[in-house]
């Protein structure tokens, strides 16, 4: 590209701060070159317009001039800064000695109504509203009704009740998703659909697999545990019942973060404060599952499903986590991946009937007759959620993760 004065950087990006880093030795040598000029002018010549580059700051401002209009705090304008790829070394090209005091300047230099701009307010972190608490308990006890409706039918009234529980779940659950720290106005279609095909599997995956490896399945699932197709129903009650610890392990993170950034002079020093943060809240979240699944385990009278169900809820946790702060790519991505291969474990089993194909099914078969069924999720939910978690590790410790408002909650 060419920057600012006709330098070309034909191997950087447009936001990269190498080129931020020109830019400001470029407009930095304008100024002095100004200063120059009109220290060997002629006293009585009447005073030249400035040169376009006389005021470094004043042309970052003009090639950020929607950010600047738009913001409400410097904060927001650091946060737009780091997102272009302006860093504290950028700023320091700039007379600053990091983004947020650049970002103070740029802001106090905004033109606003009356004669000086106001100092801006202080931040104030998101507040705990009691419509997002019930509603985030809501599906753990619809989710309990509906178990005990499906344990006490029997026939064609409890798959009635299973339907008609599921719904209403689901119902709840997006309820849940719509208010609060979990809410979020980025578009969740391709999440949420990979979302609904783990939730499934980990309903009906295990059972069907084991199902499939000895040759069947011979019938449809009956509702029950028992059966030639049984369902796992505990994790997905603890993952119902985990809505309200995961809105507010979310909520508690961006409490923190919001306070960090208030306090921060720099973007690293932001990242370091907030990266324990982040662990913290991800580790928060899977303890309080990992109590959730022990309990529903014990009540419905079934194995605990530790690995499945945690590497599951962490998955969709971090998912959710990162669509909330607007990173939405890579959730669809890691998602959808973790859907292919629980689908393809599924689908070899039933291809290696044809003949000549029963080398499909081995890689399956002996990671099933190694560690159960139950490993094939285990396996792929795990790996994908330590792929989020690293990701989220770059990107929700930036500054412009946590700018937005509360005006969703």
Excluded at 103 to 117: K, L, T
Excluded at 365 to 389: E, F, I, K, M, S
């Amino acid at each position: 590209m060419t920057a600012a004065g006709g330098t070309d950087h034909p191997m950087a990006a447009p936001g990269s701060p190498e080129v931020w880093d020109e830019r400001a030795e470029e407009w930095l040598t304008a100024d002095a070159d100004g200063r120059e000029d009109q220290a060997l002018a002629d006293p009585l010549d009447r005073p030249r317009p400035p040169r376009a580059g006389v005021d470094p700051v004043k042309a970052l401002m003009h090639h950020h001039h929607d950010l600047c209009a738009r913001a409400v705090d410097p904060l927001e304008i650091a946060a737009g800064l780091e997102v272009h790829g302006i860093t504290d070394r950028t700023a320091a090209r700039f007379r600053h000695r990091d983004v947020f005091s650049l970002a103070e300047e740029m802001y106090a230099r905004v033109p606003r109504d009356g004669d000086a701009p106001g100092d801006p307010a202080p931040v104030t972190p998101p507040r705990v509203r009691a419509d997002w608490v019930l509603l985030t308990l809501l599906p753990g006890a619809l989710g309990t009704a509906t178990l005990a409706a499906v344990r006490l039918t029997h026939g064609q009234t409890r798959l009635v009740a299973a339907a008609v529980g599921a719904l209403t779940v689901l119902l709840a659950l997006r309820a849940a998703l719509a208010r609060g720290p979990l809410s979020t106005t980025h578009p969740t279609r391709p999440t949420a659909t990979w979302a609904g095909w783990l939730l499934g599997y980990a309903l009906l995956g295990d059972g069907l697999l084991r199902a499939a490896l000895s040759g069947g399945p011979d019938a449809l699932p009956s509702g029950g545990t028992d059966g030639p197709w049984p369902l796992t129903t505990a994790p997905l009650l603890a993952l119902a019942l985990s809505c309200a610890p995961a809105a507010w392990c979310a909520h508690l993170l961006a409490v923190r973060a919001r306070r960090t950034l208030s306090s921060s002079r720099a973007l690293t020093d932001f990242a370091t404060s907030v990266r324990p943060l982040l662990l913290a809240a991800f580790a928060a979240y899977v303890g309080a599952l990992a109590a959730l699944t022990a309990a529903t385990a014990a009540a419905l009278d079934e194995p605990a499903a530790h690995p499945q169900t945690l590497t599951l809820g962490a998955l969709l946790f971090l998912a959710r986590l990162l669509t909330v702060h607007g990173f939405t790519h890579a959730p669809a991505l890691v998602l959808t991946a973790t859907a292919a291969v629980e689908a393809t474990a599924l689908a070899c089993v039933f291809a290696a009937r044809l003949p000549g194909c029963a080398w499909l099914a081995t890689p399956t078969r002996a990671l099933a007759d190694t560690w159960g069924p139950a490993a094939v999720p285990a396996l792929a939910c795990g790996a994908a959620a330590l792929a989020l978690l690293c990701h989220a590790s770059r990107t929700l410790t930036r500054a412009s993760a946590h700018t937005a408002g509360e005006e969703r909650w």
